[in-house]
């Protein structure tokens, strides 16, 4: 399952999405546990709306008593049965999470290496998530989001990832022609139709290691 992340910068938010990035406040290059990244919502009107989100939805700073549990990834197999995510499922409160690569292990070297996962053609995507509100002591709210993820065992590309022996997951990576649908999905049976694998002759992957992790084009590098 992802736990790390590249999030879209800021400045290609609005040709992707259509969400207005004026309001919001930056986030960090790269996405774990907790950090900032963006999160596409529907407005008021179903319109795109950019807000600022945790990565997990249940924040740390939200769990009791030093519980230590992850949210970052919601099976969809389960997502309207467990507590983390019922209740945003069950209300639809469905995002799209902008990003340029998501990270995964890879064993077919015999020993764990991280590799990045991709478009072919390079571009930004957005994969299915999340999203709640919490209402802070202070006044206001923060919000957190979690990504959807489906079983990958027959995917030509995810299935190399994990150790082996494990289930094999991917994120929900939605087509940008769907990205209004999925804003506005509207019922749950609606959502779980749009919760397919993407096609792996449009997806690419590559070693990445924490290092440095370059772009499939070789192209520049971001330094960890």
Not at 14 to 37: C, K, N
Not at 64 to 75: F, P
Not at 189 to 212: D, F, G
């Amino acid at each position: 399952m992802c736990v790390n992340y590249k999030p879209t910068p800021k400045s290609i938010i609005t040709a992707l999405t259509g969400a207005d990035t004026s309001a919001t406040p930056d986030w960090p290059e790269e996405t774990w546990q907790d950090y900032a990244a963006p999160v596409v919502r529907a407005g008021l009107e179903g319109e795109p709306e950019l807000i600022v989100g945790t990565y997990g939805m249940m924040p740390r700073r939200k769990l009791q008593g030093g519980l230590q549990i992850s949210t970052m990834n919601a099976r969809a197999e389960t997502i309207g049965e467990k507590r983390s995510y019922a209740g945003p499922w069950r209300a639809m409160q469905t995002c799209l999470l902008p990003m340029h690569w998501f990270y995964e292990p890879n064993y077919e070297a015999g020993r764990p290496q991280r590799w990045a996962i991709g478009m072919a053609d390079d571009q930004p995507f957005c994969v299915a998530g999340l999203w709640r509100a919490w209402e802070e002591p202070e006044g206001g709210y923060a919000f957190s989001f979690t990504q959807i993820t489906i079983n990958a065992d027959a995917h030509p590309l995810m299935n190399r990832f994990h150790k082996p022996g494990e289930e094999k997951r991917n994120l929900v990576i939605i087509p940008p022609a769907d990205y209004a649908d999925w804003l506005n999905v509207g019922d749950t049976e609606n959502a779980r139709r749009m919760l397919v694998n993407y096609p792996a002759s449009a997806m690419k992957a590559w070693p990445a290691p924490k290092s440095e992790a370059r772009s499939s084009s070789g192209q520049g590098s971001l330094l960890f």
